[in-house]
């Protein structure tokens, strides 16, 4: 079996060598070791060995050639085997040169030579005299070169009529600033005064907004809302706060951890919920990966909790608490933001006192729960007894491309009974 | 100068001769059959495998370059690749006692020093260690493609990692031990004790003796070994680490557990070429690199030369040196002789040595000799061997696979979060102190005599009336840089702060005066005239988990510690991608008086540079709040402070500099004094010749200038600049940098960017001329003064009326000095 000879690389910059001699001709014996080409790079010049014994049936490049590096250069085979030539490699081409001539727009900036030359202006004149409406070519400038500047715009639209050219006003060699007097001393600038601010979107807005867009356009949304009764919620938050106080707990366990923690035990019931929608198949997940939304300086951000049906309530507020002081000081690992890794998310605005609202799903997930206020509500409490009961709102928006109502209404029912029926060992 | 250590003229003058011991070179003489009561089977055949293992990884890489290929498996890796085969023996030996406490830096050809310590670490720690350390690294990231349908234990798993982790950071995949941002000339894995490879030459010499001292310092458990190349033994900062580590003052100065040396091996790796230059008989003089030990200290650095073919000598060596270093009689200096027969790299043609020494060396191959050992000694048959090097060769290729698939080993992600480097830069962390334990220190910070002076002094420079109160009076600049550091001393127990001259003279600006009395040895020391070494070491220090404020006195001497400014502070943070913080405040100061090496503003050429913070604040409150700021950060920050300042009171903070703590963030320039008709913007002292210009503009020429102090140069927010361009639509920008390239030219062209449509003029820039500084006499001819920034409004944005200019601003006159280039 024949073996062909290649120009070897000689470091990475290389990609072409020139090459040198052949030590053998065609049809020379070779032994392994036998000195066979030499070659040189832009920085040295190398002998390379025969890697095989065989006779040199073939070359394909002469001496002085630019040879692509591992292009095949010759063969080494037993004598008399037939071989097939490889394709050439052509060698480096070398771009055709553009005969394009540069243009250069000649203009004078001698205020001196008048004429339909181009005019010496400020960005900041000439700003301001579109904005006054001051034809500004009949203006003639008082800055460095004539440069016409602000204060001779100033000036002009201060007094249209008596108006004199700078060189009028302050004559043609002593040239003195505009004279402030307490009527047009101006603490800012009377024309660029700002009306609004221009501030470009930092790239999280930018984030938030394309996919925020993009949820609402691409996928079929709506969302049910029902509420829960809190009085668990209350007083397990009460119990908590007190342990976290005299330090028998270490976490300060909150209703928005405690809502979390149904909601992840509803996921396991639900696993239709839990999954994202990818159009001709659903991704269901075998763990809930909690997404939550954490309001920061920058911009919303949902950062994905790992495996959050592993975690006790205790350690489910830890990681929920960790992740939100991260997101807030922006370290957050970039990959837990992205709406992939959670497979579901919670948006509470309860702390606002938001009532109701309709959150934005998180594409590829199909769904999202909103959690709201607590609100006292008349509810029976047996015998045709009725009292005032905190109620939690809970708002489901859901891709109804994914998920049915029923489904949906099923799984947020389930919801509430967890919250309802809440259980801590402690 | 420490008054207690007497220099008497007699004892000094009396005529007499240095001796030296002699120097041991391959003094190791035991046969592997003598051994055997040493070493079990097992033991053996391990440093056989680990040998082995190296060559057949730097192999693969070697073939990978050159052809393209491996085992089958084609690749083309663009990147670099020093290759240490040849060197095995050399790398295991060094590794072999070391444990997981023990740290090695290296060099760009450590390769195979990262997988011997590796190797080892593997053998030593135990399956829980390693499975922590191993899901840990990155959250698994590493983990993970290894783990993959792995069956066997965790150690062959551990095994996998490391060969995986390094080769997949050799090829720039987010999965290496530094998500492919550090290469193969920067890759390390801290838990397995191997830190920072550089690819600077010399580079670690001086940053392994500051690992040394944070291991002294803090007290932790193990030795610091620099595998250096033999030709770095020419480069300076090389000699200034040998300086910094040999200080008598360890032995003689340093109190109680801190007396005795540093826990250092000075490992010359030494393959007798430096590139294409041969170290004996051509670029060096040393002959046995090992001869250098003689002429550094009294002890020689217990230098000797070990046979690096051999890898029983080298751990021999080890083993006697460790004893030594234990005894705290460190630092030690190895020469471990071996040789690499590939090239520098793979573009080298060896043309600089003979075939017939390269195929001497390869009859003498330690690992081929080894190995026939082994089977002399029965302890291996020729299969047995074979079938290590055939898992091994099975291993590599699993390795090569895995590392170049780019759905499980993928490059960082740059198109998707172009910025993902930009925010790996700083580390940008907040933190009281590095560790919780009580700083050690010699009395309350109340009971210091700095302290209680300051509690007397006006903290603000006016009285009530507005009357100025006299100089003497004032708490000062110095006085505001001394409470953060002090304050800083008192919180964290790894602060330390060294320079020329920083104990008992208080530095050259005094300071520090009071820290002397403050602070044990330990932490607060005089270093050799080596600022190569204090900002190296520094390094090292920060790198290994403590914080340090090293002083370099002149910024003029910024040039000197060139490489550990430019090239090692600021890059070590991203290149490790974050594993490593740099938490370094590099004391700068810009002369004056003192002519033209004593009295540049340098901050061009820090701030130039990625991942470095730079500060030049000029007043009391800016200087302690930018210093509390500084050293409350893990960032890597150029503190510049001007001698024409130390002495000024506060002139603008009305409620007085706080006694207590307080931090003004870095990067916030700071409007010094409102206006509306121009912005001056100035860096460091020139502030106060802008406020002069201020207010010669105002009784002149009914101007109202309002004046901003940049304070910060990196990071910097243009948004309080831009303010105020809007309002005046004129700027002039100031400072005592020479003009070209200064970073007054920087801020002039980037404002220019962001207000162009509010610009009545182009921003001009008044800088010192491009000139030698020259002597205090004609400094007004050179340093901006007030009265250039009135010329330079005249001429350049808004002529006033009457005014007479005394330096030539003109286009024109810019053109001709641009074109002479002065």
């Known amino acids: ?426 | 100068m420490p008054k207690n250590q007497y220099i008497d003229p007699k004892s000094v003058r009396k005529p007499g001769m240095i001796e030296f011991r002699p120097v041991p070179v391959n003094q190791y003489n035991r046969t592997i059959k003598e051994e055997r009561t040493r070493y079990s089977d097992d033991d053996l055949m391990r440093i056989y495998h680990d040998m082995r293992m190296i060559r057949e990884f730097e192999t693969m890489l070697n073939l990978i370059k050159i052809r393209g290929e491996y085992n089958g498996i084609a690749y083309n890796h663009p990147g670099p690749a020093h290759l240490s085969i040849g060197q095995e023996a050399a790398a295991v030996g060094m590794a072999y006692t070391l444990s997981v406490d023990d740290f090695i830096f290296g060099s760009h050809r450590s390769h195979g020093e990262i997988l011997a310590k590796g190797l080892s670490a593997i053998h030593q720690l135990n399956d829980e260690q390693l499975s922590q350390i191993m899901r840990s690294h990155f959250n698994g990231a590493t983990l993970r493609p290894v783990a993959t349908d792995h069956k066997g234990s965790v150690k062959s798993l551990a095994v996998k990692f490391l060969l995986y982790g390094t080769l997949a950071e050799i090829f720039a995949r987010k999965t290496g031990f530094n998500k492919g941002l550090g290469g193969s000339m920067h890759a390390f894995f801290t838990p397995f004790g191997v830190y920072p490879n550089n690819a600077i030459v010399g580079g670690s010499g001086d940053i392994a003796v500051g690992a040394a001292l944070f291991k002294k310092v803090n007290r932790k458990k193990g030795i610091v070994v620099a595998n250096i190349g033999d030709a770095s033994m020419a480069c300076g900062p090389v000699w200034e680490g040998i300086s910094f580590a040999t200080m008598d003052q360890f032995s003689e100065l340093w109190d109680g557990d801190m007396k005795g040396g540093l826990p250092l091996i000075i490992n010359i790796m030494n393959n007798q070429y430096g590139m294409g230059g041969q170290t004996c008989g051509e670029t060096m003089g040393y002959g046995i690199a090992a001869r250098i030990g003689a002429g550094v200290n009294e002890d020689q650095m217990h230098a000797e030369r070990v046979d690096g073919y051999n890898p029983l000598a080298v751990i021999d060596a080890y083993v006697r040196k460790r004893k030594l270093i234990e005894e705290k009689r460190g630092p030690v200096l190895l020469d471990v002789l071996t040789y690499r027969y590939s090239g520098h790299s793979p573009s080298d043609a060896s043309s600089y040595r003979s075939k017939e020494e390269v195929e001497a060396w390869e009859a003498a191959d330690s690992i081929a000799w080894f190995g026939q050992e082994l089977i002399n000694e029965g302890i291996a048959s020729e299969e047995v061997l074979q079938k290590v090097d055939e898992e091994i060769t099975s291993i590599v290729s699993w390795a090569l696979k895995l590392a170049i698939d780019d759905e499980v080993s993928p490059h960082m992600d740059m198109k998707n979060q172009p910025d993902l480097i930009g925010e790996m830069m700083f580390s940008n962390e907040s933190i009281d102190r590095l560790e919780d334990r009580a700083p050690e220190v010699n009395h309350p910070m109340e009971e210091n005599p700095r302290v209680k002076q300051l509690a007397s002094k006006e903290r603000f420079a006016f009285d009530v009336q507005g009357k100025p109160h006299s100089k003497i009076k004032n708490y000062v600049v110095r006085d505001g840089i001394f409470e953060a550091i002090i304050d800083r001393f008192y919180k964290d127990p790894t602060l330390i702060a060294y320079g020329e001259e920083n104990r008992d003279w208080g530095g050259a600006f005094a300071v520090y005066r009071g820290l002397t009395e403050a602070l044990p040895y330990h932490r607060l020391f005089n270093s050799p005239i080596s600022e190569a070494a204090i900002v190296g070491t520094a390094i090292g220090y920060a790198m290994c988990g403590g914080r340090v404020v090293p002083e370099i006195m002149y910024c003029d001497f910024l040039g000197r510690a060139g490489d550990e400014v430019f090239n090692q502070l600021p890059k070590w943070q991203a290149m490790s991608g974050n594993v490593l913080k740099m938490p370094v405040v590099l004391r700068v100061s810009v002369g004056s008086k003192y002519g033209a090496q004593h009295s540049q503003d340098w901050t061009a050429l820090a701030a130039h540079i990625p991942g470095l913070k730079v500060v030049f604040p000029v007043t009391p409150y800016d200087a302690k709040g930018l210093m509390n700021s500084a050293l409350q950060g893990t960032d890597p920050v150029i503190f510049f402070e001007s001698q024409r300042v130390y002495d000024m009171g506060e002139l603008f903070h009305e409620e007085g500099v706080p006694e207590g703590y307080y931090e003004i963030p870095i990067g916030e320039p700071d409007v010094k004094r409102r206006g509306n008709d121009v912005t001056i913007l100035s860096i460091g002292a020139t502030l106060y010749r802008a406020l002069e210009a201020a207010d010669i503009l105002s009784e002149k020429y009914n101007l109202s200038a309002e004046i901003i102090d940049a304070r910060s140069l990196v990071p910097f927010n243009y948004q309080t600049v831009i303010d105020s361009v809007r309002k005046t639509g004129r700027i002039v920008v100031t400072g005592d940098a020479s003009t070209r390239g200064s970073f007054l030219r920087e801020l002039a062209s980037t404002i220019t960017e962001l207000a162009f449509d509010y610009l009545d003029a182009p921003p001009v820039v008044v800088g010192s001329r491009n000139w030698i500084t020259p002597a205090y006499e004609l400094e007004e001819y050179f340093f901006p003064q007030a009265s250039w920034i009135v010329d330079a409004i005249h001429q350049r944005i808004l002529p006033l009326n009457g005014h007479q200019s005394s330096i030539d601003f003109s286009e024109s006159a810019q053109l001709e000095r641009n074109a002479r280039g002065i």
């Open chain 1, 1 to 426: 079996m024949a073996e062909f000879v290649i120009m070897p690389r000689q470091g990475q910059s290389v990609e072409t060598c020139i090459l040198g001699q052949w030590y053998k001709e065609v049809g020379d014996t070779v032994k392994s070791g036998d000195l066979l080409f030499s070659y040189e790079t832009d920085k040295a010049a190398f002998d390379e060995e025969a890697k095989s014994d065989g006779v040199l049936l073939a070359i394909f490049y002469n001496p002085g050639d630019e040879v692509p590096v591992l292009a095949n250069i010759g063969l080494i085979g037993e004598a008399g085997e037939e071989f097939e030539l490889p394709e050439q490699q052509s060698s480096a081409e070398t771009p055709e040169a553009s005969d394009e001539v540069a243009k250069v727009i000649e203009f004078s900036l001698d205020p001196d030579q008048g004429g339909d030359e181009r005019i010496r202006i400020s960005p900041l004149a000439r700003n301001m005299a579109i904005k006054l409406g001051v034809d500004y070519t009949v203006l003639e400038g008082t800055g460095p070169q004539g440069r016409i500047i602000a204060r001779d715009v100033e000036s002009y639209s201060l007094n249209e009529k008596s108006y004199k050219t700078g060189r009028e006003l302050y004559g043609p060699d002593e040239i003195s600033p505009i004279n402030k007097t307490e009527s047009n001393i101006l603490p800012e600038n009377i024309v660029l005064r700002q009306e609004y601010d221009l501030k470009p979107l930092t790239n999280i807005r930018k984030l938030i907004a394309k996919s925020m867009h993009q949820s609402l356009q691409n996928s079929a949304q709506l969302t049910h809302h029902l509420s829960a009764d809190a009085r668990k919620l209350l007083s397990y938050r009460k119990k908590f706060k007190a342990d976290f106080q005299t330090g028998k707990i270490s976490e300060n366990i909150t209703i928005n951890d405690m809502v979390c923690y149904a909601v992840i035990r509803s996921l396991k019931k639900f696993p239709q919920v839990n999954a994202h929608f990818m159009g001709d198949q659903m991704k269901i997940f075998r763990k809930v990966n909690l997404g939550f939304a954490v309001d920061t300086d920058r911009g919303l951000m949902v950062p994905a909790l790992k495996d959050a049906d592993d975690l006790s309530i205790g350690g489910l507020s830890n990681q929920l608490g960790k992740l939100a002081d991260n997101c807030r000081k922006g370290n957050i690992n970039p990959d837990l933001l992205n709406p992939e890794a959670a497979s579901f998310t919670v948006s509470n605005l309860g702390n606002y006192g938001v009532e109701i609202f309709t959150p934005v799903i998180n594409l590829p997930q199909t769904a999202i729960l909103g959690v709201n206020t607590i609100i006292p509500r008349p509810m029976d409490l047996g015998d045709g007894v009725y009292g005032f009961v905190p109620m939690i709102g809970l708002s489901l928006t859901y891709d109804h491309r994914a998920l049915d109502g029923g489904e949906a209404t099923r799984f947020l029912s389930d919801i509430a009974r967890e919250i309802e029926n809440l259980v801590f060992v402690s």
